[in-house]
């Protein structure tokens, strides 16, 4: 059973400015509570409708020991819920610390400079998931992490790689640049990335939707990567140029070492 001034705690959840006092967010839907349970992250408390319940008994016989289990009417999980058509499951889970002061290790990761829109945010590191990235570092002015369009736009992908939030994005990268790590800046005038065939240790950079980056991102970049264009559109949204400029990068390392294995 859950009181409803729990209930009314979980639902606070939905708002940003709890998830930030409470170190907590909502994950709501079966496959999404599927990749939440199966990663790291701890779930304090996990909810169900009543007939979510009775339709899902192979889903909550095989739920690990010790997570909390609640049911509650249709009408009360409504109100921890932030879709249209709910699926009756949700799960409240604790962020985890962040692991600012691990060096970086992977050949290349992908940095988010006031990324605003919610739906790219998750793309974007759907993406990343997709080409086995391992890492993201976000601005802390791009959209929330953990709220609920940025978990869903993931797809789970939120759960497989190590998302970085930080204060000060341009100092982080300079920090990487002193361990040898190149920064590449996602810009309209920079350089054909379908003729750039870099294997460095590298950052690839992408940027606010509408702005572009800073100008101090753009100082401290080593070089200016860019999509050619063909056609007669103005531009492309940023997560659709972040799906190509990850895929070109990764296959030109991928296609570099299949070479030096010849």
């Known amino acids: 059973m859950i009181s409803k001034n729990e209930l009314k705690y979980v639902s606070s959840l939905l708002r940003k400015k709890y998830r930030e006092k409470e170190n907590k967010f909502i994950v709501e839907g079966k496959r999404l509570v599927d990749e939440a349970l199966a990663s790291t992250y701890k779930c304090d408390l996990l909810i169900c409708s009543t007939s979510f319940y009775e339709s899902s008994p192979v889903f909550i016989s095989n739920l690990k020991k010790g997570i909390r289990v609640t049911i509650v009417e249709e009408r009360d999980f409504k109100k921890v819920s932030n879709t249209i058509s709910p699926q009756g499951v949700a799960a409240v889970?604790?962020?985890?610390?962040?692991?600012?002061?691990?060096?970086?290790?992977?050949?290349?990761?992908?940095?988010?400079?006031?990324?605003?829109?919610?739906?790219?945010?998750?793309?974007?590191?759907?993406?990343?998931?997709?080409?086995?990235?391992?890492?993201?570092?976000?601005?802390?002015?791009?959209?929330?992490?953990?709220?609920?369009?940025?978990?869903?736009?993931?797809?789970?992908?939120?759960?497989?790689?190590?998302?970085?939030?930080?204060?000060?994005?341009?100092?982080?990268?300079?920090?990487?640049?002193?361990?040898?790590?190149?920064?590449?800046?996602?810009?309209?005038?920079?350089?054909?990335?379908?003729?750039?065939?870099?294997t460095e240790k590298s950052i690839l950079v992408l940027s606010n939707e509408a702005h572009g980056p800073t100008k101090e991102l753009l100082n401290i970049s080593d070089r200016k990567i860019s999509i050619p264009k063909i056609g007669n559109a103005e531009s492309l949204n940023v997560a659709s140029a972040g799906a190509i400029l990850i895929a070109q990068l990764t296959g030109s390392r991928s296609r570099t070492t299949t070479k030096g294995l010849q």
């Open 93 to 198: 889970l604790e962020i985890p610390e962040t692991r600012s002061n691990e060096p970086f290790s992977e050949t290349l990761i992908v940095g988010l400079e006031n990324i605003s829109d919610p739906g790219n945010l998750g793309t974007i590191i759907r993406t990343c998931d997709w080409f086995g990235l391992q890492r993201v570092i976000i601005s802390s002015n791009s959209a929330e992490l953990y709220d609920p369009k940025v978990i869903r736009s993931t797809m789970g992908s939120i759960f497989h790689l190590d998302l970085l939030v930080v204060d000060d994005l341009c100092s982080t990268l300079v920090s990487c640049k002193q361990n040898g790590t190149q920064i590449l800046c996602a810009d309209i005038n920079g350089e054909n990335v379908f003729d750039y065939d870099g």
